[in-house]
T-cell receptor, first 113, second 109 residues
Framework: DGGITQSPKYLFRKEGQNVTLSCEQN?????MYWYRQDPGQGLRLIYY???????QKGDIAEGYSVSREKKESFPLTVTSAQKNPTAFYLC????????????FGDGTRLSIL | LAKTTQPISMDSYEGQEVNITCSHN???????ITWYQQFPSQGPRFIIQ???TKVTNEVASLFIPADRKSSTLSLPRVSLSDTAVYYC??????????FGSGTKLNVKP
């Protein structure tokens, strides 16, 4: 089945530690996105990538980094510079063509130890 | 920024039709309007998408007036399992999407 896989489902971070969230898609989509969702809030865009080896900052990129070395993979690193990382993180992908919807993974919940 | 505005919450009873309206005053000529459903601790799930007039699929209908400054998601005969948050999206700045707080629909027995 085609889809987006995020792992792990739950992740815990210690103070001063970097952690990496995985996002893999087998939909052959060009564009991939990372969102952050806080309780009772909508999704906010962290980073997005329209094509391999290229990515752009979203609205809340500070304290995060990404890479896009392969079309199917778009990992997100939450660095120690992100002082409030506790949130639900969602990855999405889409074809990049106008009028096509985004497809979402099931999310990773990150908490601070 | 093509922001959207939706009611924060709505209540309904099982078996009723629910209509959720979204305003998007700054929608561009070629932009589609997309609706998603989200359950707690899950990713948003695509419901329906449209450009103008009316679109219908097996779970919902989407009504878009001629000026396209608003759209209405219609859920026929809701059940308890339709209790969720519903988001209306339009793109801004080429395939970036603004997610507001959505509409929390509470279906009662």
């Amino acid at each position: 089945d085609g889809g987006i896989t995020q792992s792990p489902k739950y992740l815990f971070r210690k103070e001063g530690q970097n952690v990496t969230l995985s996002c893999e898609q087998n939909l052959n989509h060009d564009a991939m996105y990372w969102y952050r969702q806080d309780p009772g809030q909508g999704l906010r865009l962290i980073y997005y990538s329209q094509i391999v080896n290229d990515f752009q900052k979203g609205d809340i990129a500070e304290g995060y980094s990404v890479s896009r070395e392969k079309k199917e993979s778009f990992p997100l690193t939450v660095t120690s510079a992100q002082k409030n990382p506790t949130a639900f993180y969602l990855c999405a992908s889409m074809t990049g063509a106008s009028g096509q919807p985004q497809h979402f993974g099931d999310g990773t919940r990150l908490s601070i130890l | 920024l093509a922001k959207t505005t939706q009611p924060i919450s709505m209540d309904s009873y099982e078996g009723q039709e629910v209509n959720i309206t979204c305003s998007h005053n700054n929608i561009a000529t070629n932009d589609y309007i997309t609706w998603y459903q989200q359950f707690p601790s899950q990713g948003p799930r695509f419901i329906i998408q449209g450009y103008k007039t009316k679109v219908t699929n097996e779970v919902a209908s989407l009504f878009i007036p001629a000026d396209r400054k608003s759209s209405t998601l219609s859920l026929p005969r809701v059940s308890l399992s339709d209790t969720a948050v519903y988001y209306c999206l339009v793109p801004y700045n080429f395939n970036k999407f603004y997610f507001g707080s959505g509409t929390k629909l509470n279906v009662k027995p």
